[in-house]
């Protein structure tokens, strides 16, 4: 089994920052699967925020590029997120995601992000 847990949203006003987390655990096969930060807004589809890629590569949606950033601590299985220069249109709930490159396996609960002022 994996588990997903995320932590760090919250409400922030435009142009502030949020970091979320993700921790990993049990079998998340780190050489096949990897971890990925999804999006929902209320009204619309999920959609990739930013990802883990085979080569330590990471892949960004164009809305965010240059804003946010994904690392990571192999050490404590986790992911982290940051979030700069934050949006209204950033306002969505947050998953954290682990499976294949563009084919999430395991969800996270999700976290809530509101920009608003």
């Known amino acids: 089994q994996v588990q997903l847990v995320e932590s760090g949203g919250g409400e922030v006003q435009p142009g502030g920052s949020l970091r979320l987390s993700c921790a990993a655990s049990?079998?998340?096969?780190?050489?096949?699967?990897?971890l990925a930060w999804y999006r929902q807004a209320p009204g619309k589809e999920r959609e990739l925020v930013a990802g883990?890629?085979?080569?330590?590569?990471?892949n960004y949606a164009d809305s965010v590029k240059g804003r946010f950033t994904l690392s990571r601590d192999n050490a404590k299985n986790t992911v982290y997120l940051r979030m700069n220069s934050l949006k209204p249109e950033d306002t969505a709930v947050y998953y954290c995601?682990?499976?294949?490159?563009?084919?999430?396996?395991?969800w996270g609960q999700g976290t809530q992000v509101t920009v608003s002022s």
């Open positions: 883990f890629t085979s080569g330590e590569g990471t």
């Open positions: 995601t682990l499976g294949r490159v563009g084919v999430p396996r395991y």
């Open positions: 049990g079998n998340i096969r780190p050489s096949v699967y990897f």
